[in-house]
């Protein structure tokens, strides 16, 4: 299967020559985005280990209230800031149904990720939407960034493993008290998960109430040991 999907990629490419999504030159390599646009992506460096949120710099891993309150999960990468242009590229995802965006967020987060000397998880859950929020978009864009990066590092999907069964009002917007108590009781395990190491996706980062409810039903199942997984960052 990887060898036909490589052929397919190459095949596709030939036609569809790649371009840049942000400045429409010449993709570098096989990817929408050109080596300039690359090089100015806003790094979200450095982090809190724990849940990714930036960091005025030194030498501590954790934040504060990583310290002091420690989430369910045990780890979160998030490699980018949502800042501009990243902030542009997600939304032209969400809000406008742009799916070569998905598939060049994949990518990159996927490249990232095979940079990293951390162990891999045994599969990955994008966070899921709300069946009325699916019917509405026609897609779930967290699934759709998963895509490649389940490909590229050979790791299964379980989208159907965490299912949302409130329609929570949109978290864009709310202060961080607002969020956790908008998604609280949001999401069930809903099929078996026989697994020690799960990672958690989605497109953007906040304040991590959603992931972070998610991994306390991941854990209650009994998944041991949870990972983050993010294109970009809010810086607070």
Known sequence: MPKVYSWLKK????????????????????RDLCA???????????????????????????????QQQPPHFSQAFVPLLYQPPVDF??????????LTVARLLGDWLSEA??????????????????????RERGFNQALEIARP?????????????????????????????????NIHGAFIVSQPIQLQHVAILDDVVTTASTVAEIAKVLRTAGVQEITIWACARTPH
């Not at 806003?42 to 504060?64: D, F, K, M, W």
């Not at 050979?154 to 409130?166: E, T």
């Open 11 to 30: 095949l596709h490419f030939c036609g569809f020559p790649p371009t840049c999504l942000l400045c429409g030159a010449a993709g570098e390599g096989d």
């Open 36 to 66: 300039g646009c690359a090089a100015d992506l806003p790094l979200n460096s450095p982090a809190c280990y724990c849940c990714a949120i930036p960091l005025a710099g030194g030498t501590e891993l954790l934040c504060g209230r990583c």
């Open 89 to 98: 590229l997600i939304k032209a995802l969400k809000f406008q149904g742009r």
């Open 113 to 134: 990720l095979a940079d990293r000397s951390n162990p891999l998880p045994q599969a990955i859950i994008p966070v899921p939407l709300h069946a009325a929020r699916m």
């Open 149 to 181: 990066i389940a490909r590229r590092l050979g790791i299964p999907m379980l989208p159907n493993a965490v299912s949302r069964i409130r329609h929570t009002a949109p978290q864009m917007g709310l202060d961080a008290r607002t969020r956790r108590s």
